[in-house]
């Protein structure tokens, strides 16, 4: 049996048990709706070319599907320090913790279930309509969805936690911010355990689907920060629409274990729209970090920026690409990519794969994309000015991912993010060094 078919065997199981329904007795709909798109789409694979890279093989020795019953969740894990000025969500194995009320919030406003049905894609009818497919799969299991709206000034932190290494994770938000609102999101995925043997399937699944639709003038600075721990397949999937003038900031860092899949998609729909990633991607080991960021313009003088950053250790694979299309219908659009990625093994691989479609005369357009390993001749300049070895190349990795860390807000979670990084490379004077 395909492993589609028994991802949507046990939805339908599910689906007519108790825990097919939402609290108030109502069946999901949006669940429904995402369970016959995956029908009819399938399961992505390497023949698919935004999903060459993943790490599909895997998905095939998954052996179940659906999050953890109630009664294997545990709440013992150590949470990191709340961050100032942060309301704070908790969620375990894809339930908010403790039932997690709505922090107290008068810009936050948590909407009815209704709101919560599954929408589509951030570019439904285009080249990128098939990215999104692993979405399906969160919003189809996600056990607690969640929709909110953003009337005025809010921060806001959400934590997914696993409480098991063997623990499936899914979970499904929607974040609604007003005309003229502002929200500072953080998210962190974080869990038990370690990295096991490399001969072995992963032992737990993870979906995340986040949507995000940004009102005439809202702003939005959203900071990811990947470090679960375990031999966890993972698949974050991100869609976001943005209404005119809007500003969407967005930095991502990925440095857990297990292998992982990122598609991000973004539409900017309205006049001088803006976004500004920044992500990286730290791997090691047999590891797989793939990243698929897909950017739509859609109207005049929208402005857009990607800057990927990405090392591979030992036998690691690193892989991104950002596609962007320019619309007839965006004169005056301005589009900067810069992916770079750095091959730290014998048997490490690095993919990086920039792609404009312009459909337009009036724009300005730049994009690059480098792959290789430490250079020689900077490292012998600081060899020969009596530096180590190890920490002449701790200093050259670093310098390669410091316009990354610089868009990481607030400071404490700078400091989380550099030391998870430098774990993640087993970087050692970094380490010591951030201690």
């Known amino acids: 049996m395909s492993a589609l078919e028994r991802l949507l065997g046990e939805f339908a199981a599910l689906a007519a048990s108790d825990?097919?329904?939402?609290?108030?007795?109502?069946?999901?709909?949006?669940?429904?709706?995402?369970a016959a798109a995956l029908r009819a789409q399938g399961l992505p694979t390497r023949r698919d070319e935004n999903w060459h890279y993943a790490d599909l093989r895997a998905l095939e020795g998954i052996r179940q599907f659906r999050a953890a019953p109630p009664a294997q969740r545990t709440a013992d894990a150590q949470l990191p320090e709340p961050l100032e000025g942060h309301?704070?969500?908790?969620?375990?194995?894809g339930?908010?913790?403790?039932?997690?009320p709505l922090p107290a919030s008068p810009a936050l406003t948590r909407l009815p279930v209704a709101a919560v049905a599954a929408s589509p894609p951030a570019d439904p009818s285009g080249e990128f309509a098939g990215d999104a497919r692993m979405g399906l799969v969160a919003r189809m299991f996600a056990p607690e969805p969640l929709a909110l709206r953003v009337t005025g000034s809010a921060a806001l932190e959400i934590v997914h936690l696993a409480s098991s290494t063997a623990a499936n994770c899914h979970s499904h938000?929607?974040?609604?911010?007003?005309?003229?609102?502002s929200l500072s999101l953080v998210e962190r995925q974080l869990g038990f355990g370690a990295l096991v043997a490399e001969h072995l399937p992963p032992a737990a699944l993870h979906c995340s689907n986040l949507e995000l639709r940004l009102g005439a003038g809202a702003q939005l600075r959203h900071t990811r920060l990947q470090q679960a721990a375990g031999h966890a397949l993972r698949f974050n999937t991100l869609s976001a629409e943005l209404g005119a003038q809007a500003v969407y900031q967005l930095c991502q860092l990925a440095a857990g274990d297990?292998?992982?899949?990122?598609?991000?998609?973004?539409?900017l729909q309205g006049r001088a729209a803006s976004l500004r990633i920044a992500a990286l991607a730290a791997a090691r080991g047999a590891q797989s970090a793939d990243s698929q960021f897909s950017i739509v313009h859609a109207a005049p003088a929208t402005r857009s920026e990607q800057l990927f950053r990405g090392i591979?250790?030992?036998r690691a694979q690193v892989s991104c690409s950002a596609d962007v299309r320019a619309e007839a219908t965006a004169p005056g659009a301005r589009v900067q990519q810069s992916l770079r990625g750095l091959i730290?093994?014998?048997?490490?691989?690095?993919?990086l794969r920039p792609r404009l479609t312009i459909n337009t005369d009036d724009i300005q357009a730049q994009h690059g994309a480098t792959t290789g390993r430490l250079d020689e001749n900077l490292l012998f300049y600081l060899l020969a000015r009596g530096l180590e070895p190890a920490t002449a190349r701790s200093l050259l990795k670093w310098a390669l991912l410091g316009e990354v860390f610089t868009a990481v807000e607030p400071a404490p979670l700078r400091r989380a993010a550099e030391?998870?990084?430098?774990?993640?490379?087993?970087?050692?004077t970094a380490t010591e060094l951030l201690q």
């Open 95 to 100: 339930v908010l913790a403790g039932g997690s």
């Open 419 to 428: 030391r998870a990084v430098a774990v993640q490379l087993r970087d050692a």
């Open 173 to 181: 938000v929607r974040i609604e911010l007003d005309a003229g609102a």
């Open 344 to 351: 730290d093994g014998p048997g490490a691989a690095v993919n």
């Open 312 to 314: 591979a250790s030992d």
């Open 87 to 93: 309301a704070r969500l908790v969620y375990i194995d």
């Open 19 to 34: 825990a097919g329904v939402d609290g108030a007795g109502r069946r999901d709909t949006g669940a429904d709706a995402a």
């Open 258 to 267: 297990g292998s992982e899949r990122t598609t991000a998609q973004f539409r």
